[in-house]
C-alpha cells in the first residue's frame, strides 16, 4: 500500500510535506492519514501529477488546475481535514454533531462554519463560487450521504467521500453515480481511500427529504416519523426503544404507578433521535409538557417534524445531553439548555461514536438525567444487556430495578436516593 498517492521523488510531495511539518500534530495522530491523502489530492491535482481519479498521470495529458476555488467540508470529525485544505483554499465547514462543529471551530478557526447545510449555497457576497468542491466524510448511514449528495449537487463541480477502505461500500459509489455522470475510486492510501463524483448531471436522480413513515404500536397506534439523512434510526423505531416504550405503557397502566409513571407532568427524551418515542411517550402518558434533546442537527430537525406531523407540543434542543452545557447544576441554570426538572425522563444512550464503542457518552447522559429529575420522578433507561449498565445507573441516579429484558435490550427504571 503506497504512502501517498504522489510520487515520491515529485515537487508536490515536498510541497505537501512542507504543508504538514507547519502543522502542529504528531505523526500519527488520530484523523491525520485523511487529512493528508486529502492534501495529497489536491495538491497532485493541481500540479496536473494526478488525474480525477487520484491516479498518476504520467503518460496522459493532464492540465494544472486552478481547482478547487473553495472546499466544503461535511463532517470533518476532528477538525484535521479543514486545518490543512485550509492552507490551501478557501473552506467552509458544516458539522452535524455539536461536539464535532467545536472540534473544527478549535483546530481551524480560519474557516466559515455554517450552520445548515442548506447556507452553503452562496458566499457573503451572495454568489457561488465557480470550481467548487465538496469532501464528505463517509458516514454510517447511507442516507446520510444521500442526503449531502442532494444538497450539495447543484453546488459542486466534484464531490469527494473520504473513508476508511473497509466501510467505503458500493453503496457510495451508487449514491454518487444518482448525481455525478463520472464516479472514480482512488488508490488505498494506508487504510483510507476516496470515492469521487465528477460532471455533475443535468437531470440527477436524488432523493428527497426529510423521509416519512409510518410507526404502528398497540401502545400508541400508528405515529407519523420523519427523519433526515444522518438521523438515527431513520423512519423505524429502534429494538430497544420499542421495549422502552412497551415497559413505560405496562408500567404507567399499573394500578400502582407512581405519578411520575401513570400521569407525568413533563417528559425529558435524552438522545430524541426522530422524536418517535418522545412522541410516544407523551400519546401514553398524556404528559403536559415534552421536551427533546440531541447533539445532532439532523435529529433535532426530524423530531420536531414528527411531533409536528403527529400534533404534539414539544420543545426540541440543539445540545450536548451529556456534557456540562445539558447537567451543570452549579451555573443557576443560566447556561444550562434543558432547564428545571422533569417528572420523567427517558435514556436511549448510544455505545458507538462511528465505529468505536464507547460508554463515556452513556455515563455523562445518566449524570444529566439525575441532575434534572424532580423528588418523586423516575429515569428510564434501555441499554444492550451485555453492557450491564445498572450497577452504574444506581451509582449515577440512585436505586434501580429491571421492569423488561430480552436477549439484546434492558430496561431499568431508576430513582433519586431517599425518594
Known amino acids: 500500500m503506497p504512502a ?68 466544503i467540508l461535511v463532517d470533518d470529525p476532528l477538525g484535521l481535514q479543514t486545518r490543512v485544505l485550509s492552507e490551501l483554499t478557501a473552506v467552509r465547514t458544516y458539522n452535524d454533531r455539536l461536539d464535532e462543529a467545536r472540534n473544527v471551530a478549535a483546530e481551524a478557526p480560519g474557516a466559515e462554519p455554517v450552520a445548515d447545510l442548506a ?12 470550481e467548487t468542491w465538496a469532501v464528505v466524510d463517509a458516514p454510517k448511514a447511507t442516507h446520510a450521504l444521500a442526503e449531502a449528495i442532494t444538497v450539495l449537487h447543484p453546488l459542486v463541480t466534484t464531490l469527494i467521500v473520504i473513508g476508511r477502505s473497509d466501510v467505503m461500500s458500493r ?19 494506508g487504510k483510507n481511500r476516496l470515492i469521487i463524483g465528477s460532471r455533475p448531471l443535468t437531470s440527477p436522480s436524488l432523493t428527497r427529504f426529510p423521509r416519512t413513515g409510518v410507526i404502528d404500536t398497540p401502545a400508541t397506534g400508528p405515529l407519523t416519523v420523519s427523519a433526515h439523512g444522518a438521523c438515527f434510526s431513520g423512519t423505524k423505531a429502534d429494538e430497544g426503544s420499542s421495549l422502552l416504550l412497551t415497559a413505560l405503557a405496562e408500567a ?102 462511528g465505529t468505536a464503542i464507547e460508554t463515556d457518552t452513556a455515563a455523562g447522559m445518566m449524570r444529566t438525567a439525575a441532575a434534572h429529575l424532580t423528588p418523586g420522578g423516575r429515569v428510564l433507561t434501555v441499554f444492550n444487556s451485555h453492557l450491564r449498565y445498572r450497577d452504574r445507573l444506581e ?6 430495578v429491571q421492569l423488561a429484558r430480552t436477549a439484546k435490550f434492558t430496561v431499568v427504571e431508576s430513582r433519586l436516593p431517599g425518594e
Not at 395 to 400: F, N, Q, V, W
Open 4 to 71: 501517498s498517492l504522489l510520487a515520491s521523488d515529485s515537487a508536490a510531495l515536498r510541497t505537501r510535506d512542507d504543508l504538514l511539518a507547519r502543522m502542529p500534530w504528531p505523526a500519527d495522530a488520530p484523523g491525520l492519514a485523511q487529512a493528508r491523502l486529502l492534501a495529497d489530492y489536491v495538491i497532485g491535482r493541481r500540479t496536473g501529477e494526478l488525474d480525477v481519479s487520484g491516479r498518476s498521470s504520467e503518460g496522459t495529458f493532464t492540465a494544472p488546475s486552478a481547482a478547487p476555488d473553495e472546499v
Open 119 to 130: 447556507d452553503v449555497q452562496r458566499t457573503e457576497s451572495g454568489d457561488v463560487p465557480g
Open 171 to 189: 453503496a457510495v459509489n451508487k449514491e454518487l453515480a444518482r448525481a455525478f455522470g463520472r464516479v472514480d475510486v482512488s488508490p488505498g492510501v
Open 252 to 353: 404507567s397502566a399499573s394500578p400502582d404507578a407512581v405519578p411520575a409513571l401513570a400521569r407525568p407532568a413533563s417528559v425529558l427524551d435524552l438522545g430524541a433521535g426522530n422524536g418517535w418515542l418522545l412522541t410516544a411517550a407523551i400519546a401514553v402518558t398524556g404528559a403536559d409538557t415534552g421536551v427533546g434533546v440531541d447533539v445532532s442537527k439532523a435529529a433535532v430537525a426530524s423530531a420536531r417534524e414528527t411531533a409536528e406531523a403527529n400534533g404534539t407540543a414539544v420543545d426540541i434542543i440543539l445540545a450536548e445531553a451529556s456534557g456540562a452545557d445539558a447537567g451543570d447544576t452549579d451555573s443557576g441554570g443560566t447556561d444550562d439548555p434543558l432547564g428545571g426538572a422533569y417528572d420523567l425522563i427517558l435514556l436511549n444512550p448510544p455505545f458507538h461514536h
Open 395 to 400: 451509582d449515577l441516579i440512585g436505586p434501580s
